[in-house]
């Protein structure tokens, strides 16, 4: 009979690993194929060289993603953002032993080798797990009942509303299961249930522990392995919960500071094809012979027109609202909103993404990412004064999307108001934004002797 029993318990064990192995590899499995996706989707976008002066890279990689730098002009706000971030990226350490207690079967893995080490680790996570839901309740209550500005923009309608809240109640959910565990875990200890070993007392579970010091230890079990399965399955679930939410930023952060454009800030990039009109009638003789020369475009229509540093910064988008806090055409009522400008890239790209990989290949849709998804009125609003880039926590630059679509809209579709129109005719013509023959421009002087 016990040697039956043995066996059964053994089985179960078995059972149990077999369970949590196929849902780790499911997991990685779907998070790596929309993972890949993304990445696909990104390289849509035009090839541009963003490789040199790496010791920069480095550096705003380490201040800015890492660090976050520019959360720190609201140092209250910035802290507590940190403490979620570090909260996230350290608790989820654990998220290792976790994953190798199920598939070996063991428990706390990792404490026969480190000893006290490990239970100041755990103490130091459950500190952070602590912070994380308290500021968490902050956050949820910024959104929610304060409703700040830039929270309840309506660039934030609907599904984007919904996905912040989401995320903020399973942080919550996930370090209450982390701290429920440990009790659970800390009661077991001090009944003497074997397999739980004796860790030490944990500095917030410890204070939760005794409540369930009248429970058997078979409940106790139960509530351990309870937490243990949703918390290692919620994290699972929130790996695969990222590519479909802003969250992703999470990822893609550092990436994204990596390569970010280390010019002068708000500098634009002369297209190449105009730089060589130019020369070509100053200078003739380079004018190439071949009369079968592709035309050249001008600017981006849609997102494959863009460069895949833009459809980068569309993915690392947070959705703060910072860029459209900080727009002077946003805060004095103009439509654009360099928020909405991410996220409706982000939206035309995710578009044709589910269109190439429905068809092995990009159908025409009728639709563009300029007109469909982003208007005239919210391209010409722009000042391209670069408070928007400024702003930005992550490196992101709406105003290199903005400038490339109105690049589109005038010189492709010589869509511009009249008063454009007028200062560009006198450019060429006059060479100057003025109605006056070059020869006469000196003309003034006269008047002065």
Same mark, same amino acid.
């Given at each position: ?315 690392? +988008? *947070?959705? $703060?609202?910072? %860029?459209?806090? #900080? @727009? !002077?055409?946003? &805060? ?49 609003? +722009? *000042?391209? $004064?670069?408070? %928007?880039?400024? #702003? @930005? !926590?992550?490196? &992101? ?53």
């Amino acid at each position: 009979m016990i040697i039956t029993l043995a066996t059964q318990m053994k089985a179960m064990y078995i059972v149990s690993q077999i369970i949590f192995v196929s849902i780790l590899v499911a997991a990685v499995w779907l998070f790596t194929k929309n993972i890949l996706q993304i990445r696909r989707n990104i390289f849509l976008g035009v090839a541009e060289h963003l490789n040199d002066n790496k010791p920069e890279r480095w550096r705003n990689l380490l201040l800015l993603a890492l660090g976050q730098k520019k959360m720190f002009k609201n140092p209250l706000v910035a802290v507590m953002h940190l403490v979620i971030y570090t909260g996230f990226i350290i608790i989820n350490l654990e998220v290792l032993e976790i994953v190798l207690d199920g598939i070996f079967g063991t428990h706390r893995l990792f404490f026969p080798f480190l000893g006290s080490f490990y239970t100041f680790l755990l103490n130091f996570f459950e500190i952070l797990a602590a912070g994380v839901i308290i500021v968490c309740v902050v956050f949820l209550s910024r959104r929610n009942i304060l409703k700040l500005k830039r929270f309840i923009s309506k660039d934030l309608d609907g599904w984007p509303h919904s996905d912040a809240n989401y995320i903020l109640i399973a942080e919550i959910i996930l370090m209450s299961l982390f701290l429920t565990m440990n009790a659970t875990d800390r009661a077991l200890q001090l009944q003497g249930s074997g397999h739980y070993h004796n860790t030490g007392n944990f500095i917030f579970s410890g204070l939760l522990a005794p409540i369930f010091s009248s429970f058997s230890a078979t409940t106790l079990m139960s509530i351990e392995r309870t937490c243990w399965w949703i918390h290692i399955i919620g994290i699972l679930a929130f790996l695969n919960y990222l590519p479909y939410s802003k969250h992703l930023h999470i990822v893609l952060a550092f990436p994204n500071t990596y390569y970010a454009r280390l010019p002068l800030p708000g500098k634009m990039i002369n297209m190449p094809s105009v730089q060589n009109e130019v020369t070509y009638m100053m200078q003739p003789e380079l004018a190439p012979t071949d009369g079968n020369a592709q035309t050249p475009t001008f600017g981006a229509k849609d997102v494959q027109d863009l460069s895949w540093k833009n459809l980068l910064d569309a993915y690392s +988008c *947070t959705e $703060c609202g910072r %860029c459209s806090a #900080a @727009c !002077p055409a946003t &805060i004095t009522g103009k439509l654009l909103s360099p928020r909405k400008i991410m996220m409706d890239t982000r939206d035309r790209l995710t578009e044709v993404g589910k269109n190439i990989t429905a068809n092995t290949e990009f159908k025409p849709d009728g639709k563009t990412l300029l007109n469909n998804y982003i208007s005239v009125e919210e391209l010409r609003a +722009c *000042t391209t $004064c670069n408070a %928007c880039v400024e #702003a @930005c !926590p992550v490196s &992101i630059s709406p105003l290199d999307i903005i400038v490339q679509l109105r690049r589109s809209l005038i010189m492709e579709d010589s869509n511009a108001p009249q008063e454009w129109n007028t200062m560009f005719g006198n450019i060429e013509n006059n060479f100057a934004p003025w109605k006056f023959s070059p020869e006469d421009r000196d003309k003034w002087v006269e008047d002065l002797a």
